[in-house]
């Protein structure tokens, strides 16, 4: 029995989490639970899963939670410092870190300094802070396991492998909604256009990452700290019917593949279970697929996807402004904001106003997304005032 904490809960990688526990009870047990602002259904979730804690980011929703987990003698609390203060809990083992952005970044430190290993579905982790996470692992007894299907992929080729013979990781994407839209359209994409994934059922967020293909830059960051890879021996292709999750070269020029149905379980529970398999539902049929196609991303449309080798070769706080001027840029977009066009550019403004710093701790990181957030929401307000 595995006694775990989901971050996350009541998002796409949390609720597909619980759904793995909840088919495999005799194996894992929940102990604490979070959610953002989802209270209603965190509570639902509290209480079917009975942890021993609830917490939810927003605090100003904590009466509702705390009022209707009481009588059940579940801790509540609420709060970011509540979130991270938990992660020194001797209840569970193991942290499966399904929240959004930037707000995974402190409890996942946490709980590496609690020696707990760490399922990572939040891959702004490691955009952001990379270099810091790396060197914790080093003094922790925390292992990874990654969560994302690409990272996940890549995990399981590389099983049995020596590092030193890969020649390339190969990270796939599906090439988003637009992938064959002319680049004179774009600017006129809607967010429900946007939010129109062709293969994958995600939160608006990472779809909207996925439409603009920043969610590939984040991924080839995310798999240069995972594996120790070096930059330039990691690339992205695109491959639209998303059955190959990513691929693995070797100097023998060999390529291991993993295939799979688009469906967040299978990584989610070889994580869990580190590496041990556990039925699943669900099968690849190859018969239905008659041919699967490979294409070299097209950088002119999307240009976001330049920004993961910038940024490591960069290295510093770069990635971070990215990051944080990207969250602020999706929410401007999916609230009618900005255009879809505009959010490169504000990812680009934003990185120029920005203090850069070489060698940033967990303080400085802090500052720079702070600094950026304001850059970018100004530069927002900017635009929103000149479209008026």
């Given amino acids: 029995m595995k006694n775990i904490a989901v971050l996350g809960s009541t998002g796409s990688i949390g609720t597909q989490t619980l759904d793995i526990v909840r088919r495999h009870p005799e194996r894992f047990a929940v102990r604490l639970l979070s959610a953002g602002r989802r209270v209603d259904d965190l509570i639902v979730q509290a209480r079917e899963f009975r942890p021993s804690m609830v917490i939810i980011a927003d605090e100003s929703l904590y009466p509702r939670l705390r009022d209707a987990l009481q009588p059940l003698g579940i801790e509540t609390a609420a709060g970011a410092s509540a979130l991270a203060d938990a992660m020194d809990r001797d209840d569970f083992s193991m942290v499966v870190t399904a929240t959004v952005g930037y707000s995974g970044l402190a409890p996942t ?7 707990k290993d760490i399922a990572l579905a939040n891959k702004e982790t490691l955009v952001v802070a990379g270099e810091l996470v790396t060197n914790l692992l080093k003094e922790s007894a925390s292992k990874v396991y990654p969560v994302d299907s690409e990272h996940s992929a890549i995990y399981q080729c590389l099983r049995g492998e020596d590092i030193d013979a890969v020649e390339r990781l190969i990270i796939t994407a599906s090439g988003g909604p637009f992938r064959e839209l002319p ?3 774009l600017a006129d994409v809607t967010v429900s256009d946007a939010l129109r994934h062709p293969n994958w059922s995600m939160g608006a967020k990472i779809t909207i990452d996925s ?3 920043l969610n590939k830059a984040f991924e080839i960051i995310e798999a240069h ?5 070096a930059p330039e021996r990691i690339a992205a292709m695109v491959h639209p019917q998303s059955i190959v999750h990513s691929m693995v070269e070797f100097v023998d020029g060999g390529v291991k593949a993993q295939l799979g149905v688009p469906d967040m379980r299978l990584p989610i529970s070889y994580a869990l279970g580190e590496t041990a398999r556990m039925y699943l539902p669900g099968r690849l049929t190859l ?3 008659a041919s699967m196609t490979f294409e070299k991303p097209d950088t002119e449309r999307f240009p976001c996807l330049a920004l993961a080798h910038r940024c490591l070769e960069r290295g510093g706080n770069m990635a971070c402004v990215v990051n944080a001027a990207n969250e602020v840029a999706v929410a401007a977009f999916l609230a009618g904001k900005l255009k879809f066009v505009d959010i490169y550019p504000l990812l680009e403004r934003t990185i120029g106003r920005v203090e850069f710093i070489a060698a940033p701790d967990y303080g400085q990181l802090v500052a720079t997304n702070d600094e ?7 530069f927002v307000e900017a635009y929103v005032r000149g479209a008026k």
Avoid at 225 to 229: I, R
Avoid at 372 to 378: C, E, F, G, Q
């Fill in 225 to 229: 700290w995972l594996f120790g890879v």
């Fill in 372 to 378: 950026a957030r304001a850059v970018a929401s100004d």
């Fill in 211 to 213: 439409a603009t293909m």
């Fill in 183 to 185: 680049a004179d359209r």
């Fill in 287 to 289: 018969e239905q697929y």
């Fill in 109 to 115: 430190i946490r709980a590496i300094k609690a020696g």
